[in-house]
């Protein structure tokens, strides 16, 4: 290791690290602007600079900046040399002379990094007395704020925008002191993850408009880690609290998962916490109408112990968006056998073949942060963007790292990122993808194939032969289809690690077979395969672990086992299942109880209503598509009668209700009593320390020790300052009293530390900068490779499409901002969600004598929605994409055959032509409020 000398120490450091951070990862303080861990660097703020001596008889030395200088063996260094602080705290004056003084009313005021380090060069009084250079501002949407005239000129934003994540409309316009950035005219920002900027950014430049609405000053939101609920990656968040609503979610450093970023989803959908639709006290129906009107908890005690009293059968129905340790608690409560996963069907079945797959397979399982490392990707029947954002983003790392590979051969550090990117200019990793329609990834694709599910499925299984002759071989594949596969072939036998992508959202299982045997012949030949498998909902992996029964023959079990009381946990079963049959089901049980945070047509159904936690008020474990347990925290302790949903069903429980002593008093309980019963999760009691963990005697603060108006925020109430809730469920305190130092990973509340006030303080918590967390990484892997034999192939082989005549196969098609269950209830989401349009490919709208604009109809039993027809010409022919999971049409039996003529029906899906409608109302951005509410 070379040895460092700074300031009269020496330090053993990593080689192959720049001078700044190596400085940051040994606990010095050092200022900077335009550098940061996951961009790399360009020397463009100057402001790291340090003086280097030649050796130790060199007394005068030069300037370097720090960003931009390899560590070497012997290097000497001073960051205190007078020449090099006043260079840096002249650069910051130059920067103060045309930054506004606004930090008393500005948003990024008690966080800001320049703040940080003006303070941090000693720089106190501005003596520039002149007119200032002054910029327009522009609408960017409505998830950021812009102030341009706070830019220092840093280009952090372009570089991550741009060059980072691929978006297009975001740059640098004009020069020297009049550099702009922002967008050629007023618009949306078109990146799934543009608010990103907002932490990025070192000033208030960018800041998030969501908490504009609410402002409140970030030392006094209440915090505690979380993770995020919108999808299956599982993104580490931190979300902030006041005044029992949350205002803001910002990213949780996971080295292994999210790393230092964000989905626009992830960060701007939680507004659903603070929603109208919120359940906030029990709800029982009453009278012949079946009005719902809120009852005590004597009542609920009341009709509880008649279910009791009876000896109800017990039909409990779970969730994969609900934690583990409620599911659990369900599963108890009815019993394993009367315990079904709650998910639609063909997606339970989706999810268990994905799981099946993982444990079997020879393939392990990437996180985000490998999945950036692969140099060969292929991935089959997924729009990725849409289905999993954060892993789109970290594919499009892995399209760079050609770039890498190259510049490691010319000796070029990978932390040089200009120098990186002008060597390898525009080439890319090879990069294939298969799909049904464009995909967001398109654009950094070696090669993109559009054809049906079938016609997926096929190519997967041909690159499997193509790798492994012994695998089967796919008969009747044209000569182009051929050369493609055994090109991708080629393309993961050579790379060093490759990927396989897949996933469920196509509700094809022939094409998640197919991904799986490409794994099992790359397997045969190499040790690193990699592959990732997308899930739909953030527990979706983890309720596929526990519960063994599904909603599949449901009406058959119903019929049989004649259960009297149905309990629904967190779930809107119209969602999963048709709705008629969701109305047999219901009214074929003497009482239905719905535990949930958010009304749905289920609960408004339900004889009574228990109002859940939602993330922000709840503590418990997920599972995410790579099957890493993890533990979200509650934010806040709600008023009123909410609690979490464990903690309803425990109170439901006979038992526990005979003998509270034996009850479940906490979360630590549930979960021993869970690994005892599912050894599958038992090491999900590793993902973070228990509730009775302390630190020197002290819980660790939710509160930061600046948090202020404990007493004022209550003085409508009472003049005195209430004692704070206790927390049985978790190693936090309700308040600002508590460990200040850093805590294990996963318990730490938020990032700060004395002179680092900003998102940057992350520095302090890293082992290295840019690398894990002091202590590693939140959560724990549940599923790795046994490293026994490889399985063996799949031998069925799906035969060419078969759709005659006038046919079509009717297709899902996800969206970020729409098909997502509680996104669409914040009103920033609401204005980015795309109308509901019908895709087909124009020589398909031909023969069905439709064109854009053309109003269509699509029914699924007594579901009938009225959609515009739009064209595409990457839309495979012989396909029809139908939005999927939109409020007003959540459930649709997909995929599906449809007939066309004069439009396309099914005996499921029938989807036909609106005789009625000319299309003239349809408003084609957004979509009709009727469609999204």
């Known amino acids: 290791m070379p040895s460092l000398w700074i300031d009269g120490k020496t330090y053993e450091v990593e080689a192959g690290k720049n001078l700044l951070q190596v400085c940051l990862s040994l606990g010095l303080d050092l200022p900077y602007f335009c550098w940061h861990p996951a961009l790399g660097s360009v020397g463009a703020c100057r402001q790291c600079a340090v003086k280097q001596y030649r050796d130790e008889n060199d007394s005068v030395g030069r300037l370097v900046m720090a960003c931009m200088t390899p560590v070497t063996d012997g290097m000497r260094i001073t960051l205190q040399d007078e020449g090099s602080v006043e260079f840096r705290a ?12 606004d930090c008393p009313v500005c948003d990024e005021g008690g966080e800001c990094h320049l703040q940080d380090m003006t303070v941090m060069t000693g720089h106190n009084y501005r003596d520039f007395r002149f007119k200032k250079r002054t ?27 741009r060059d980072y994540a691929d978006g297009p409309d975001l740059n640098a316009f004009a020069s020297k002191n009049h550099v702009y950035f922002g967008r050629d005219c007023d618009g949306a920002l078109e990146s799934e993850f543009s608010g990103n900027l907002v932490e990025v950014c070192p000033t208030g430049v960018f800041t998030d408009k969501t908490l504009k609405e609410h402002y409140t000053r970030k030392w006094d939101l209440t915090t505690a880690p979380s993770v995020c609920h919108h999808c299956g990656l599982g993104c580490n968040t931190l979300a902030g609290e006041r005044y029992g609503s949350i205002r803001r979610i910002i990213n949780r450093y996971n080295g292994a998962v999210n790393g230092y970023f964000l989905c626009d989803r992830g960060r701007f959908g939680y507004d659903f916490v603070n929603a109208g639709t919120r359940i906030r006290e ?20 009341q009709l509880v112990s008649e279910m009791n009293a009876g000896k109800d059968k017990i039909l409990g129905i779970g969730s994969p968006r609900a934690s583990l340790e409620a599911n659990y608690a369900l599963m108890k409560l009815a019993g394993p056998e009367h315990f079904l996963d709650g998910m639609a069907p063909k997606e339970s079945s989706l999810v268990r073949l994905a799981l099946s797959i993982l444990r079997n397979g020879p393939a392990r399982s990437v996180s985000l942060q490998e999945a950036g490392q692969a140099d060969a990707v292929f991935i089959l029947g997924e729009d990725v963007t849409h289905t999993a954002p954060m892993l789109a983003l970290s594919l499009r790392q892995a399209a760079r790292q050609v770039c890498v590979q190259k510049a490691a051969k010319a000796n070029i550090p990978e932390w040089h990122d200009a120098a990186v990117r002008e060597l390898a200019q525009e080439e890319r990793s090879p990069f294939y993808i298969a799909a049904t329609g464009a995909t967001r990834l398109d654009d950094v694709a070696t090669k993109k194939m559009c054809v049906p599910l079938d016609g997926i499925a096929r190519l997967g299984l041909a690159v499997a032969h193509a790798i492994d002759p012994s695998a089967p071989a796919v008969d009747g594949l044209a000569d182009s289809d051929k050369q493609l596969a055994g090109e991708i072939a080629a393309a993961l036998m050579n790379a060093r690690h490759p990927l396989v992508v897949s996933g469920t959202s196509s509700g094809c299982s022939s094409v998640l077979k197919a991904a799986a045997q490409i794994t099992i012949a790359l397997a045969r030949t190499r040790e690193k395969v990699g592959i990732s498998l997308i899930v739909p909902e953030c527990n979706s992996l983890g309720i596929a672990m526990l519960a063994n029964g599904t909603l599949e023959n449901l009406d058959e079990r119903i019929k049989s086992r004649r259960y009297e009381t149905l309990v629904v946990l967190e779930n809107d079963l119209y969602r999963r299942l048709p709705s008629a049959q969701v109305d047999a089901l219901l009214e074929s049980v003497k009482r239905v109880i719905v535990i949930d945070h958010t009304t749905s047509p289920t609960s408004q159904k339900a004889h009574l209503v228990l109002p859940a936690g939602t993330f922000a008020e709840a503590d418990g474990t997920l599972v995410n598509n790579e099957g890493r347990a993890q533990r979200f925290f509650q934010i806040f302790a709600p008023e009123g009668e909410i609690q979490e949903s464990w903690r309803w069903i425990r109170d439901i429980c006979p038992e526990s209700r005979g003998n509270r002593k034996t009850a479940w008093q906490d979360l630590s309980d549930v979960i021993e009593a869970l690994c005892q019963d599912v050894p599958a999760l038992a090491k999900i009691q590793e993902a973070a320390p228990t509730s009775d963990f302390r630190i020197k005697g002290l819980r660790v603060a939710r509160q930061p020790h600046r948090y202020s108006g404990r007493t004022a925020m209550v003085a409508h109430k009472t003049i005195h300052e209430p004692k704070p809730p206790e927390d049985p469920d978790s190693p936090f305190s309700f308040s600002m009293e508590g460990y200040r130092g850093i805590p294990p990973a996963p318990l730490i509340p ?32 549940l599923i790795d490779p046994d490293g026994s034999d490889s399985p063996g192939y799949f031998e069925d082989v799906p035969a060419v499409s078969t759709c005659s005549g006038d046919q079509v196969q009717l297709i899902p098609l996800w969206r970020i901002f729409g098909s997502e269950e509680f996104s669409v209830l914040s009103e920033a989401v609401q204005q980015k969600i795309p109308g509901m349009s019908v895709i087909m490919n124009p020589k398909d709208a031909e023969k069905a004598n439709l064109k854009t604009g053309s109003m269509a109809v699509i029914e699924s039993g007594d579901m009938k929605l009225q959609l515009p027809v739009s064209l595409c010409e990457s839309q495979a022919a012989g396909t029809v994409a139908i939005p999927a999971g939109y409020r007003g049409a959540a459930w649709i039996d997909l995929p599906a055959l449809g007939e066309s003529g004069r439009g396309m029906k099914n005996e499921r899906n029938p989807l036909v032509p609106d005789p009625d409608c000319s299309g003239s109302g349809w408003h084609s951005d957004c979509g009709s409020q009727s469609d999204l509410a």
């Open 282 to 301: 029990p709800l029982a129906s009453s009278g012949e109408t079946k009005t719902q009107v809120p009852v005590s908890v004597e009542k609920i005690q």
């Open 90 to 101: 002249m650069l910051i004056e130059a920067l103060m002379t045309n930054h506004p003084h």
């Open 135 to 161: 910029f327009n501002n522009q609408y960017l949407g409505p998830f950021i704020n812009h102030e341009m005239n706070r830019c220092i000129t840093c280009y952090r934003c372009v570089r991550f925008y």
């Open 750 to 781: 938020r990032f700060w530390s004395p002179g680092w006030n900003s998102v940057q303080s992350l520095n302090k918590f890293q082992q290295e900068v840019g690398g894990e967390l002091t202590g590693g990484d939140p959560g724990v892997r």
